[in-house]
């Protein structure tokens, strides 16, 4: 599986992004799909995932401002982020398993087998 993560830019703090998981080469209709970020000499972070027919979870952090959602038919999941501040300020990756991950158990990375390269998202005040 190939991950094309893409849609990242500059916005001002309360302003909105849509981020887009592109995969190529499987179906990852049944895989958990999530997102993850780093900042600059930071780990990187669990941001949310989704799993087929289970419900997704969030970080507290972006827990209320964060969707994420699928469109099967285009194989891609996107992170739909809202009233953005200046810490969501990071790379963004996406990154995928053919595991159904429980949604207490989809923050750690090396869960994921499939990473993306990432796509910057810069938040100014």
Request: proline share 2%; with cysteine; charged share 15%.
């Amino acid at each position: 599986v190939q991950l094309q993560a893409s849609g990242g830019g500059s916005v001002q703090a309360g302003g909105s992004l849509g981020l887009s998981c592109e995969a190529a080469g499987q179906s990852v209709r049944t895989y958990t799909v999530g997102w993850f970020r780093q900042s600059p000499g930071q780990e990187r972070e669990f941001v949310a995932a989704t799993a087929w027919g289970s419900s997704s979870n969030f970080a507290d952090s972006v827990k209320g401002r964060f969707t994420v959602f699928r469109d099967n038919a285009k194989n891609t999941v996107y992170l739909q982020m809202n009233t953005l501040k200046p810490e969501d300020t990071a790379v963004y990756y996406c990154a995928a398993t053919s595991k159904r991950l429980i949604s207490s158990n989809r923050s750690g990375t090396r869960l994921y087998d499939y990473w993306g390269q990432g796509t910057l998202v810069t938040v100014s005040s």
